[in-house]
T-cell receptor
Framework: EPEVTQTPSHQVTQMGQEVILRCVPI?????FYWYRQILGQKVEFLVS????????KSEIFDDQFSVERPDGSNFTLKIRSTKLEDSAMYFC??????????FGPGTRLTVT | QKEVEQNSGPLSVPEGAIASLNCTYS??????FFWYRQYSGKSPELIMS????GDKEDGRFTAQLNKASQYVSLLIRDSQPSDSATYLC?????????FGKGTRLHILP
């Protein structure tokens, strides 16, 4: 069964450093998303991406965040200058249409 | 008003019984509704989607939607210890999913 994959599973970085989180969505899916979940809190939407552009973003997704689909398979989330409060699980998701979204296993980001 | 509300639990249900999970949402224009299961330290796993009023059954799971009351529920029949997890109610709005905080379900052996 096809699935969303994410790398790395755990990333530790120092405050102020740039990080890139990588995702490979399900191959025939057209819509891509990033969510985050701070420990003990709910899953929060960050951004949706379709047809090579951002279609929706939340207030969390400020100028420090960017997304890219550099080739036909990868979808990346970049945080330019990490803060302590960026520590969270980051989930990539994909969907065939604007409906059921399937989540990857997540990347745990720890900012020290 | 919170967009998607769930009782945080824990909800304790004996093995073999029916677990009933409830959710309300605030945006009357929402069209798509989902239940995800999340084990501790893992990602959300889609278990049910529902788009129209009424019931939708899939194996031991039944989702119920009442748009007039802005209410979604999930019934799990013949509960198993492996059903112990946090269940997330989610609503699709403007090309994003809004999640509730989740209800922790504990199945008692």
């Amino acid at each position: 069964e096809p699935e969303v994959t994410q790398t790395p599973s755990h990333q530790v970085t120092q405050m102020g450093q740039e990080v890139i989180l990588r995702c490979v969505p399900i191959s025939n899916h057209l819509y891509f998303y990033w969510y985050r979940q701070i420990l003990g809190q709910k899953v929060e939407f960050l951004v949706s991406f379709y047809n090579n552009e951002i279609s929706e973003k939340s207030e969390i997704f400020d100028d420090q965040f960017s997304v890219e689909r550099p080739d036909g398979s990868n979808f990346t989330l970049k945080i330019r200058s990490t803060k302590l409060e960026d520590s969270a699980m980051y989930f990539c998701a994909s969907s065939q249409a604007e409906d059921e979204q399937y989540f990857g296993p997540g990347t745990r980001l720890t900012v020290t | 008003q919170k967009e998607v509300e769930q009782n945080s639990g824990p909800l304790s249900v004996p093995e073999g019984a029916i677990a009933s999970l409830n959710c309300t949402y605030s945006d009357r224009g929402s069209q798509s509704f989902f239940w995800y299961r999340q084990y501790s330290g893992k990602s959300p796993e889609l278990i049910m989607s529902i788009y129209s009023n009424g019931d939708k059954e899939d194996g031991r799971f039944t989702a119920q939607l009442n748009k007039a009351s802005q209410y979604v529920s999930l019934l799990i029949r013949d509960s198993q210890p492996s059903d112990s997890a946090t269940y997330l109610c989610a609503v699709n709005r403007d090309d994003k999913i809004i999640f509730g905080k989740g209800t922790r379900l504990h199945i008692l052996p």
